[in-house]
């Protein structure tokens, strides 16, 4: 039986219309003086603080601590602001999917499981009514590489079930190879969803334990099952 449930957030539960690629170009501009620089830059999958990093080596900046505090002040601030003319949304069949899981007879946790920064991530779920979800979650804040954000989460969720969570009670939802990846792990099952930066072709080859197009093709209930 699954007792805990991570999400990822963008390209699997919401798109933002761009707005984060946004703020990360206007932000670096604004602090750096360099227009456009996140141009060519490969955003599906990735984690703030590893693309911020990406983006200072790219351009010559250094890699410090106040850099990065610098930059990432200006990012959320910039992206507060353009959430609010984003055309974004919520993907099909993720309300459904959530209230499947908390009308199970034995809920699951539901967490985050997520590249953004965590006042980022909260900020655009707020901004789409599903921050409220979720009990707890691992982001950038807590690791550049996603694998070790995997890793927070799981003992972010074995601490609140009070015991240690097996790999097969556990389900990571995201769009990207880089989504199974971390799965894999923690030893969690994997349902990819082809809402993001990836077909569902692509998402096969790396072997999910369920790939769908969207969550309408699914139902919590059976995957619970399985």
């Not at 456009?36 to 590893?50: C, I, P, S």
């Not at 499981?113 to 707890?136: C, S």
């Not at 030893?187 to 197009?213: F, I, Y």
């Given at each position: 039986?699954?007792?805990?449930?991570?999400?990822?957030?963008?390209?699997?539960?919401?798109?933002?219309?761009?707005?984060?690629?946004?703020?990360?170009?206007?932000?670096?501009?604004?602090?750096?003086?360099?227009?456009?620089?996140?141009?060519?830059?490969?955003?599906?999958?990735?984690?703030?603080?590893?693309?911020?990093?990406?983006?200072?080596?790219?351009?010559?900046?250094?890699?410090?601590?106040?850099?990065?505090?610098?930059?990432?002040?200006?990012?959320?601030?910039?992206?507060?602001?353009?959430?609010?003319?984003?055309?974004?949304?919520?993907?099909?069949?993720?309300?459904?999917?959530?209230?499947?899981?908390?009308s199970l007879p034995e809920p699951p946790m539901l967490g985050l499981l997520t590249g953004n920064l965590r006042l980022g991530a909260e900020?655009?779920?707020?901004?789409?009514?599903?921050?409220?979800?979720?009990?707890?979650?691992?982001?950038?804040?807590?690791?550049?590489?996603?694998?070790?954000?995997?890793?927070a989460a799981h003992r972010r969720g074995s601490r609140l079930a009070g015991r240690e969570l097996r790999g097969d009670e556990v389900l990571?939802?995201?769009?990207?190879?880089?989504?199974?990846?971390?799965?894999?792990?923690?030893?969690?099952?994997?349902?990819?969803?082809?809402?993001?930066?990836?077909?569902?072709?692509?998402?096969?080859?790396?072997?999910?334990?369920?790939?769908?197009?969207?969550?309408?093709?699914?139902?919590?209930?059976?995957?619970?099952?399985?």
């Amino acid at each position: 039986m699954l007792r805990l449930v991570l999400f990822d957030i963008d390209g699997t539960l919401i798109h933002t219309d761009g707005a984060g690629i946004k703020a990360f170009n206007k932000a670096f501009e604004m602090q750096f003086k360099i227009p456009n620089g996140a141009a060519g830059m490969k955003f599906a999958g990735r984690t703030d603080t590893g693309l911020a990093r990406e983006l200072f080596l790219k351009h010559r900046i250094e890699t410090s601590p106040e850099n990065f505090e610098l930059f990432f002040d200006c990012y959320l601030n910039w992206l507060a602001h353009l959430l609010t003319e984003a055309r974004g949304d919520i993907f099909p069949g993720v309300w459904r999917f959530i209230y499947d899981l908390q009308s199970l007879p034995e809920p699951p946790m539901l967490g985050l499981l997520t590249g953004n920064l965590r006042l980022g991530a909260e900020l655009k779920l707020r901004h789409f009514n599903v921050w409220d979800f979720f009990q707890f979650g691992a982001f950038a804040d807590d690791h550049e590489e996603r694998n070790h954000i995997a890793r927070a989460a799981h003992r972010r969720g074995s601490r609140l079930a009070g015991r240690e969570l097996r790999g097969d009670e556990v389900l990571v939802i995201g769009d990207t190879p880089f989504d199974i990846e971390c799965g894999r792990a923690i030893g969690a099952k994997v349902l990819a969803v082809a809402t993001g930066g990836s077909t569902l072709a692509e998402l096969e080859t790396h072997r999910p334990t369920w790939a769908v197009t969207d969550l309408e093709k699914v139902r919590a209930r059976e995957i619970c099952r399985l």
